[in-house]
């Protein structure tokens, strides 16, 4: 397996604008996250999913930013409008019990200008 | 609530000299405890992991033990090399939360020749 995929790798935005960042888990894998990581508040749980529903938003920092699981290879998480305090590195993992951790993709580096 | 605290950073060690970063944790139930490295500009890795009191996780010359009379889970290396410099975080996760991980903030760890 090609394991977690996230894209794009890197993404350039202006402020207010709308950004998507996409995410493929691992096949088979059940349950889906999204994290972010910034040097202030280092790696935090915005939303995961178990079998495509959302089961537990409460990391999700603002009504601007939301998540979507439509099927099990896809997941995205989406920003609307952008500001600069979101600029992070945004990572997205899955599992699948009984395997008790999780397999992360590369991330997605966030710049909004 | 449930929680990771590690030791702080950074840690410069000459190349072959003994490593221990500090985890400990906080968790009302039985937690899986993991350490993940992170190399730069990549996504985290699992490193090693325990799932039970007493289990020893071990990976590329790297230890840690689940102490729960202590709440530890130290990560130990006799002799560390120039290629383990990156960043460490130690993690938990509880059983019937497919994988859901919380993160102390990360120890970043430089090895000089």
């Known amino acids: 397996d090609a394991g977690v995929i996230q894209s794009p790798r890197h993404e350039v935005t202006e402020m207010g604008q709308e950004v998507t960042l996409r995410c493929k888990p691992i096949?088979?894998?059940?349950?889906l996250f999204w994290y972010r990581q910034t040097m202030m508040r280092g790696l935090e749980l915005l939303i995961y999913?178990?079998?495509?529903?959302?089961?537990?938003d409460s990391g999700m920092p603002e009504d601007r930013f939301s998540a979507k699981m439509p099927n099990a290879s896809f997941s995205t998480l989406k920003i609307q409008p952008s500001e600069p305090r979101d600029s992070a590195v945004y990572f997205c993992?899955?599992?699948?019990?009984?395997?008790?951790?999780?397999?992360f993709g590369q991330g997605t580096r966030l710049t909004v200008v | 609530g449930d929680s990771v605290t590690q030791m702080e950073g950074p840690v410069t060690l000459s190349e072959e000299a003994c490593l221990t970063i500090n985890c400990t944790y906080t968790a009302t139930g039985y937690p899986s405890l993991f350490w993940y490295v992170q190399y730069p500009g990549e996504g985290l890795q699992l490193l090693l992991k325990a799932t039970k009191a007493d289990d020893k996780g071990s990976n590329k010359g790297f230890e840690a033990t689940y102490r729960k009379e202590t709440t530890s889970f130290h990560l130990e290396k006799g002799s560390v090399q120039v290629s383990d410099s990156a960043v460490y975080f130690c993690a938990l996760s509880l059983y019937n939360q497919g994988g859901k991980l919380i993160f102390g903030q990360g120890t970043e760890l430089s090895v000089k020749p």
């Open positions: 096949s088979g894998h059940d349950y």
């Open positions: 993992a899955s599992s699948s019990p009984p395997l008790t951790e999780a397999f």
């Open positions: 999913f178990n079998n495509n529903v959302p089961i537990d």
